[in-house]
C-alpha cells in the first residue's frame, strides 16, 4: 500500500543519507527491483496447521482465513472482481498423491466458493484496506465437500488456492503472483495446505507372522479392526462385517472367533465397535503343496459398518508370502 511503502522508502532515505553517500543508488535500485503492476491477497489470519473433526484448543476443527486485497499501486481501493477459492486434497505433504473417491478416480482441484468484491465491507484494522473472512468446518469438508473421498494411509492435506481477479480481467495465483511482486509488503502466499486428521470410522489391518513359510507349515494371520473415533466425542459403528477370504495355496485350519468367522464364505461378522475399541481375529491355516519360490498374496477386504470409513490404509490389508524350501 502506498503510504506504507512509501514510508519503507523513507526510512531507507534517511539511513541512507546518515550512513554512506550511496544512499541515492540503494533507492534506485529498490525501485527497478519492486514491480508494482500486480495485486496480491494478503493473509492476515492463517489456520491451524492442523485440524481434525473433534476440534478442541489446541487442534481446531475449522479452517479460518482472514484477508486483505492490496493492488500494487498502493491504492486504498483496490480495484478488484472477486476472490475464488479452489479446494483439493492429497494423500501427501508434497501434493504427489491426489485424494481418490470411493470407485478409485482422483478427485482434483475445484472451485469451492466465490467472494465479490462486495463481501470485503470492512477495512482491516493492520492497513486499513478491505478485508474479508473465509472459513470452512473440517465437519463440512467430509460430509460435503469431499463425501466421496477415500483418504491414504497417512492424514491428509487440504489445500486451499486462491485467485484474485481484478476489473480488468487480470488474475493472480500462486503461478504468478511471485514473478509479478516482491518485497516485504507484497508476499502473500495464495496457496496454503493444513494436515486434516480424520479421526472417525473403522480402520482394518492384517498382518502374518510368517512372510517366507514352507509347504505345509500353519501360518497364522491376525486380523484386527478398530473404531478410530474419539472415545468421548466419537459414535459407535453397527453391523461391521469384513471379507477376509483365504485364496488359493492356503487351507483354511481354524480361528478363534467363536463362530463369527464363515470359512466358506470369508466373511467375517463382527457386529458393534465402540469409539477406541479394538476387534481382533487369529486365523489360521496351512501352506499347500507349491514349487519352491511361488509367492502367495492375501488380500482382505476393508471392514465395513453403518458409516463411512473415510481412511483406508490400503498397505495394511495384504501380505505376500514366498515359499521356501
Known amino acids: 500500500m502506498k503510504n506504507i511503502f512509501k514510508t519503507l522508502l523513507i526510512i531507507l532515505v534517511v539511513f541512507g543519507i546518515t550512513s554512506c553517500e550511496d544512499s541515492d543508488l540503494q533507492i534506485d535500485q529498490l525501485y527497478e527491483n519492486v514491480d508494482t503492476s500486480g495485486a496480491v491477497l494478503r493473509i492476515l489470519e492463517y489456520p491451524a496447521d492442523l485440524v481434525n473433526l473433534t476440534g478442541g484448543e489446541v487442534v481446531p476443527n475449522t479452517i479460518d482465513f482472514l484477508f486483505e486485497v492490496q493492488e500494487g499501486d498502493g491504492s486504498f481501493a483496490p480495484d478488484f472482481k472477486e476472490v475464488r477459492v479452489y479446494l483439493s486434497a492429497y494423500d501427501d505433504q508434497d501434493l504427489i498423491n491426489p485424494t481418490i473417491?470411493?470407485?478409485?478416480?482422483?478427485?482434483?482441484?475445484?472451485?469451492?466458493?466465490?467472494?465479490?468484491?462486495?463481501?470485503?465491507?470492512?477495512?482491516?484494522?493492520?492497513?486499513?484496506?478491505?478485508?474479508?473472512?473465509?472459513?470452512?468446518?473440517?465437519?463440512?469438508?467430509?460430509?460435503?465437500?469431499?463425501?466421496?473421498?477415500?483418504?491414504?494411509a497417512a492424514n491428509p492435506i487440504i489445500v486451499n488456492r486462491f485467485e484474485l481477479e481484478m476489473t480488468d480481467g487480470r488474475v493472480w495465483t500462486d503461478s504468478n503472483a511471485g514473478a509479478t511482486l516482491s518485497g516485504p509488503y507484497f508476499e502473500s502466499p495464495f496457496l496454503t495446505r493444513t494436515i486434516f486428521k480424520v479421526n472417525e470410522g473403522i480402520q482394518t489391518k492384517m498382518k502374518v507372522d510368517e512372510e517366507e513359510p514352507e509347504v505345509g507349515e500353519e501360518l497364522k494371520f491376525t486380523l484386527e479392526v478398530k473404531n478410530v473415533g474419539d472415545d468421548e466425542l466419537g459414535f459407535t459403528v453397527t453391523n461391521i462385517t469384513m471379507n477376509a477370504l483365504l485364496p488359493e495355496g492356503l487351507t483354511y485350519d481354524s480361528d478363534d472367533g467363536d463362530g463369527a468367522f464363515d470359512a466358506v464364505t470369508g466373511i467375517w461378522t463382527i457386529g458393534d465397535i465402540a469409539p477406541g475399541d479394538t476387534e481382533k481375529l487369529k486365523l489360521y491355516a496351512i501352506v499347500d503343496d507349491a514349487p519352491v519360490g511361488t509367492t502367495l498374496t492375501y488380500t482382505v477386504q476393508e471392514a465395513k459398518g453403518d458409516q463411512r470409513n473415510p481412511v483406508v490404509d490400503r498397505t495394511k490389508l495384504t501380505v505376500d508370502m514366498v515359499i521356501q524350501e
Request: proline letters at 2%; a negative charge; zero cysteines.
Open 101 to 152: 473417491d470411493v470407485d478409485g478416480n482422483e478427485i482434483g482441484e475445484f472451485l469451492y466458493q466465490t467472494i465479490d468484491a462486495s463481501e470485503f465491507d470492512t477495512l482491516s484494522l493492520i492497513n486499513g484496506l478491505p478485508e474479508a473472512n473465509y472459513n470452512s468446518t473440517t465437519r463440512s469438508l467430509l460430509d460435503d465437500t469431499f463425501s466421496t473421498a477415500v483418504f491414504g
